[in-house]
């Protein structure tokens, strides 16, 4: 699992299930430069016909810099002609982590 150990508690749960079920996916695809830079993207997982997975943790994605930064990469990412979903924390939880990533697969989101 090249890289497994550098996931988060949330992205390794989303790894593992994406294993079972065996989707291919690549996992923290960097996009619009360096990790960092402004305006750069890591893409937390990319899955066939340009459907990308953002694993929004409420530590890392909380406050107003962070609300800019996701609002900034997800509109970069439409408008290179991804489908992007974002996969609250909240709905990963054990009673609705398999719904939530039943919706994401199609290319949903949860209702918030």
């Known amino acids: 699992m090249n890289g497994y150990e550098f996931l988060s508690d949330l992205e390794k749960l989303v790894y593992d299930w994406l294993t079972r079920k065996k989707i291919p996916f690549t996992t923290q695809q960097p996009m619009f430069g360096f990790s960092g830079e402004l305006g750069s ?11 990308v997975w953002r ?37 990963l939880t054990k009673d609705k982590i398999d719904h939530t990533l039943e919706l994401a697969l199609l290319g949903q989101e949860t209702l918030r």
């Open 55 to 91: 694993v929004m943790g409420t530590y890392y994605h909380r406050g107003l810099e962070a609300s800019s930064r996701d609002l900034f990469g997800r509109e970069q990412l439409l408008n290179a002609g991804y489908n992007v979903v974002d996969i609250l924390e909240a709905d």
């Open 41 to 51: 993207a890591t893409i937390d997982f990319l899955l066939e016909n340009n459907l």
